[in-house]
């Protein structure tokens, strides 16, 4: 079946430390995202990218960082520099104009210690 | 810039009761429109979308109607379900910006007790 695979599902962290969420496709979608859902809000974006070897910043970058080697693959780094990083994290591709849906993993729950 | 507005929560109902979620929206250009429902501990799912003025979506008996003149897309449902417990977010989608970009509202939790 053809989806969005986040992993991993629960990730506890130490204050201080860098942690990468892993966020893999196998849609051959070309537009990807990740969106930070804190309780009772809605989702707000911190990066995307539109297309392999490039990405932009969202409303909310400040502490994250990402990569896009692959157009499979959009992993998430929380660094040390995210003041409040304990949140619910979605990873999601856009299935392009003719539906202009978006696809959404199950999402990464990270608790920092 | 592009904004949602939904209705505060949360919604608490009995099961076969009527159910509304109100969404306006501003946006600049011509958006698509979407519902999203997430059930607990999961990612988001498209529950019904409308991509034009006057279009109505709908899915698993839910239904919302695409009103350019009020900037809205309410969400209703005729008889709701134990099953239909969960978090449902509207958004938009402003193609002549970022494609795929979306803006979403805060989500409104609906809980139904039977």
């Known amino acids: 079946d053809g989806g969005i695979t986040q992993s991993p599902k629960y990730l506890f962290r130490k204050e201080g430390q860098n942690v990468t969420l892993s966020c893999e496709q196998n849609?051959?979608?070309?537009?990807m995202y990740w969106y930070r859902q804190d309780p009772g809000q809605g989702l707000r974006l911190i990066y995307y990218?539109?297309?392999?070897?490039?990405?932009q910043k969202g409303d909310i970058a400040e502490g994250y960082s990402v990569s896009r080697e692959k157009k499979e693959s959009f992993p998430l780094t929380v660094t040390s520099a995210q003041k409040n990083p304990t949140a619910f994290y979605l990873c999601?591709?856009?299935?392009?104009?003719?539906?202009?849906?978006?696809?959404f993993g199950e999402g990464s729950r990270l608790t920092v210690l | 810039g592009n904004s949602v507005t939904q209705m505060e929560g949360p919604v608490t109902l009995s099961e076969e009761a009527f159910l509304t979620i109100n969404c306006t929206y501003t946006?600049?250009?011509?958006?698509?429109l979407f519902w999203y429902v997430q059930y607990p501990g999961e990612g988001l799912q498209l529950l019904l979308k409308?991509?034009?003025?006057?279009d109505k979506g709908s899915n698993k008996g839910f239904e919302a109607t695409y009103r350019k003149e009020t900037t809205s897309f309410h969400l209703e449902k005729g008889s709701v379900q134990v099953s239909d417990s969960a978090v449902y977010f509207c958004a938009l989608s402003d193609e002549n910006t970022n494609a795929g970009k979306s803006t979403f509202g805060d989500g409104t939790t609906l809980t139904v007790k039977p």
């Open positions: 990218s539109q297309i392999v070897n490039d990405f």
């Open positions: 409308a991509t034009k003025a006057d």
């Open positions: 849609l051959n979608h070309d537009a």
């Open positions: 946006a600049t250009g011509y958006p698509s």
């Open positions: 999601a591709s856009w299935g392009g104009r003719d539906t202009g849906e978006l696809f």
